[in-house]
């Protein structure tokens, strides 16, 4: 991996374009920019909670020490900013909704056709439950090892990204992944999310370069 910005940045932005994982009107980035709508929220353990609720069989809370004994997976994703940046490489750890779903923790009803992932201060995100059910999208803690920073959402954050290899699973933008997540709403219809309510492309995917509806 290179470690500072200039002619190894191109050298690597040339590799991923050969690999044809640079999407249209991305570029590389070696750093993780910030971006966020409002203030960082403060991270209490002894009273935060994570809930599932809506179109399930029965609803779900876990504590956050429960939520860390949830069955955990790694996923290796290229995360793609509809502000433009694409980062590579980036290895998240957390918590698989398929998993939750296989193992029997969480039962969508029938009905169930998207999630809206509900965060800090009001905040939300609507994603199709098939695409909330790829193994690109994760319930994450960790970030390259290391718990992830508060400006990138800590204590838990939901994070969509590319696979490298896997053509078969549909990229969003990253913004299609909460930060600073409290919860996740199961519906049978969609509505829209925060930044799509302000005219974001609902689908949002990547390679379509659908950034604005």
């Not at 009803?109 to 609507?126: D, I, L, R, S």
């Not at 400006?151 to 600073?180: E, M, N, Q, S």
Request: glycine fraction near 8%; charge should be negative.
């Amino acid at each position: 991996m290179f470690n500072h910005e200039g002619k190894d940045r191109k050298q690597e932005e040339d590799l991923v374009r050969g690999e044809d994982r640079l999407p249209p009107g991305q570029a590389l980035t070696l750093k993780f920019p910030v971006l966020h709508y409002g203030p960082v929220p403060p991270f209490n353990p002894a009273t935060w909670d994570f809930r599932v609720w809506g179109e399930v069989e029965k609803e779900k809370r876990w504590t956050w020490d429960e939520f860390n004994q949830l069955p955990r997976t790694q996923v290796t994703m290229d995360l793609h900013c509809v502000t433009r940046w694409s980062k590579f490489d980036a290895l998240w750890e957390g918590v698989s909704v398929r998993a939750l779903v296989d193992s029997g923790l969480v039962t969508p009803k029938p009905a169930a056709a998207f999630v809206m992932q509900h965060a800090e201060y009001g905040f939300t995100v609507n994603l199709p439950l098939e695409v909330a059910l790829q193994d690109n999208f994760l319930l994450a803690t960790h970030f390259n090892g290391e718990p992830i920073s508060p400006d990138h959402g800590y204590p838990l954050r939901g994070v969509v990204g590319a696979i490298p290899g896997r053509a078969d699973v549909k990229t969003p933008y990253l913004w299609k992944g909460a930060k600073w997540l409290r919860g996740l709403e199961f519906m049978s219809r969609d509505r829209l999310g925060f930044w799509e309510k302000a005219g974001y492309h609902n689908d949002a995917d990547v390679w379509k370069e659908e950034r604005f509806a």
